[in-house]
């Protein structure tokens, strides 16, 4: 089965725990008087949830024949790219999800940024940590002074 | 009228709008010249910075600049590297490529802004005349005819998605309505499908998703699939001038392309893709046979229809957006998601309410082009040294921008974990062909349907506002034939065809 296909069951899957909660569940946490009004919480996701299924049957079981794949890339010659480096740059996006506020912006951002120039192959150190630490302080001044939003920007070395 | 364009005159005339307009126009430049990063992307790392501004109309004009100097930048692009940023440029690396490769890289540069300049500016002509006229219609319309004229627009982008994608895309704006639901609504005051999670309580953050859609996706393909054979540009660019028969030979294209791309602009969902490839093939089909022939080597006229054809598109899709409050395009989706995030509303009455957000965006639109020619097209040669950046040092940037701006908009971590998984969806949707500027437009319309559906509901105690308003009927009869209609013609194609075989 095409990839397009397996996405669509995804979907069908997503759409049928959305109208469960819509049909079933949603509604019993409904005061009785807004039970009286023409309009629930949960009429627009029902419908939604319908169109849903519908559309992503259609696609599952493949009644629009259509191209399953990008033209630019073929997901199943995945192989031939890089998708290693892809794999560690969301790590590495991840872990700056999770340390910008305990390291502080600067030692966060100068660190994602060497760390994904590394990932692609870069190896000019005396060029790479000099322009990651200055792009990062010109980010942060613009950000804290310019546009006036807080950016913590060493580690918090206490709570609070 | 005359108040208003006064008005939007003093407005976008006033020293931080002329600014704007500039700093937008060499920022879109800027950006939209690297490969890979198209206009949509652009504006979501910029709306941060707009939206910050807290002044609506400053805001906006910021905005339309960095989308003008993108499409710019972009089409720089596809003429130098024959990389387009967006498939909105694709037609025009067709002749500006083969015109650099000819060592005739600035003279096609020229061309094209040239043609660019000429499509905005008739196209902001029409917008001028069109905009006023549509949306003094408009405001004849009640929530059930606006709902049903949201239901045409979605089903409409779903039909023009192209063929085999019908389905595709209407799932796709599907599950951006059901995007949208989560969270807590304005009308009922109760957190729905958060699943417990206080996080998912606003709902999520527009600019995250738009991030994740569109700049996420595009920069992991630049890392997957790098362009090592066309990282060099096609040559230098010098000579910017063009002779005076090759102006002639491009009036008639530009002006037949300006009025027929604007149009085809004002169509939701069919926008500036759809547009310049039509104008390359109309312009090819009625030129004479011995420049027909030049035609993908090389040919003025065949760069100057698609560059026109596509800035006219641009202009055009202002008008769903500036009078019905309906975005056709995913640009003009962005661009509404950051007017609600400013507290405005556009629809009919923001002509009446807030004219001078009205006009001025129109007028900017005037400079934004007029900046392009005069002082982006001569800049070029340097601002073309951004290509030079290697990728190791591009690729980190791009997405630590992305990061930067989901954090700034909700100053929250949750939001870039959030980046990180919606993005990695939308890389796998990429991958399997799913159209993506679907889902987002259905996310933005999302809170506004279900608005409107709910009054309607309430006005009229039930459904029965569809059969008791005929011209809501009669615009959800037509959203039910363009998604329909399609797919019945490729089954009746696919029949012909089995039984010419046969």
Same mark, same amino acid.
Do not use: F
């Given at each position: 089965m095409a990839l397009d296909r397996w996405i669509a069951l995804i979907i069908l899957g997503i759409c049928l725990v959305y109208g469960y909660t819509a049909w079933f569940?949603?509604?019993?946490? @409904?005061?009785p008087f807004m039970r009286?009004?023409?309009?629930?919480?949960?009429t627009f996701p029902k419908l939604l949830s319908i169109i849903g299924v519908v559309a992503s049957f259609v696609i599952v079981l493949g009644f629009e024949k259509s191209q399953g794949h990008n033209p630019e890339i073929d997901y199943r010659r @995945?192989?031939?790219?890089k998708v290693g480096q892809v794999v560690l740059l969301l790590a590495l996006m991840v872990g700056y999800a999770l340390g910008l506020r305990p390291l502080g912006f600067i030692i966060a951002t100068t660190g994602f940024l060497i760390i994904g120039s590394v990932i692609l192959g870069e190896r000019k150190w005396q060029l790479l940590v000099p322009v990651s630490l200055v792009a990062t302080l010109i980010v942060w001044y613009l950000v804290q002074e310019v546009l006036g939003i807080f950016l913590s920007p060493w580690p918090r070395l206490k709570g609070g | 009228m005359i108040d208003g364009i006064l008005l939007g005159l003093q407005t976008a005339f006033s020293i931080k709008s002329l600014l704007m307009v500039i700093g937008g126009c060499l920022i879109g430049t800027f950006i939209g010249?690297?490969?890979?990063?198209?206009p949509m992307s652009i504006i979501a790392i910029m709306i941060p910075v707009a939206i910050s501004m807290g002044e609506p109309s400053a805001a906006l004009i910021l905005l339309a600049g960095v989308y003008y100097g993108a499409i710019f930048g972009g089409s720089t692009s596809s003429i130098l590297?024959?990389?387009?940023?967006v498939a909105g440029t694709v037609a025009s690396s067709f002749d500006g490529y083969p015109m650099a490769r000819q060592g005739k890289a600035g003279k096609a540069l020229t061309v094209a802004a040239i043609a660019s300049f000429c499509g905005g500016t008739i196209g902001a002509i029409l917008l001028m005349v069109f905009a006023p006229a549509l949306s003094s219609v408009a405001l004849l319309f009640h929530s059930a005819e606006y709902f049903a004229l949201m239901v045409v627009g979605l089903s409409a982008i779903a039909a023009f998605a192209g063929s085999g994608q019908v389905v595709k895309a209407l799932l796709m704006t599907v599950l951006g309505l059901i995007l949208a639901t989560?969270?807590?609504?304005a009308l009922f005051n109760m957190p729905r499908f958060?699943?417990?999670m206080m996080d998912l309580q606003s709902g999520f953050g527009f600019i995250t998703l738009a991030m994740a859609l569109f700049a996420l996706p595009e920069a992991l393909f630049l890392v997957l699939k790098p362009r090592t054979h066309e990282?060099?540009?096609?040559g230098e660019i010098n000579n910017l001038r063009i002779s005076r028969s090759e102006a002639w030979a491009i009036a008639p294209v530009i002006t037949r392309q300006s009025i027929q791309g604007f149009f085809i602009g004002v169509l939701?969902?069919?926008?500036?893709t759809i547009a310049s490839f039509l104008g390359y093939a109309v312009e090819r089909n009625i030129a004479k046979k011995e420049e027909q022939d030049q035609f993908g080597h090389g040919s003025v006229k065949g760069l100057a229809a698609p560059e026109t054809a596509n800035n006219a598109a641009c202009t055009g899709s202002f008008v769903p957006l500036l009078?019905?409050?309906?975005?056709?395009s995913g640009t003009t989706a962005i661009l509404l998601g950051a007017l609600i995030a400013l507290n405005v509303s556009p629809g009919p009455r923001l002509m009446i309410d807030e004219p001078q957000i009205f006009w001025s965006v129109i007028i900017s639109m005037y400079i934004g082009n007029l900046v392009l020619l005069i002082l982006n097209l001569p800049l070029i040669p340097y601002i073309?040294?951004?290509?030079?950046?290697?990728r190791n040092y591009l690729i980190p940037f791009i997405l630590f921008f992305t990061m930067m701006g989901a954090y700034i908009g909700q100053n929250n971590s949750t939001e870039l974990l959030m980046l990180v998984g919606f993005g990695i969806f939308a890389t796998a949707l990429k991958f399997a062909n799913y159209p993506l500027a679907p889902l987002l437009i259905g996310f933005i319309l999302g809170g506004l349907l279900e608005d409107n559906f709910s009054r309607s509901m309430q006005l009229y105690d039930g459904i029965g506002f569809i059969w008791q308003r005929p011209m809501t009927l009669a615009l959800l009869v037509v959203a039910v034939i363009l998604v329909v209609l399609p797919s019945f013609r490729a089954r009746l194609a696919r029949k012909k065809a089995s039984s010419v075989e046969q």
């Open positions: 569940t949603m509604d019993d946490s @409904l005061a009286r009004n023409p309009i629930w919480p949960s @995945l192989g031939d790219y | 010249m690297l490969p890979g990063l198209g590297l024959n990389a387009p940023g989560v969270g807590e609504g958060t699943m417990g990282d060099q540009a096609a939701p969902g069919a926008g500036a009078t019905l409050g309906i975005p056709g073309a040294k951004v290509l030079m950046v290697p």
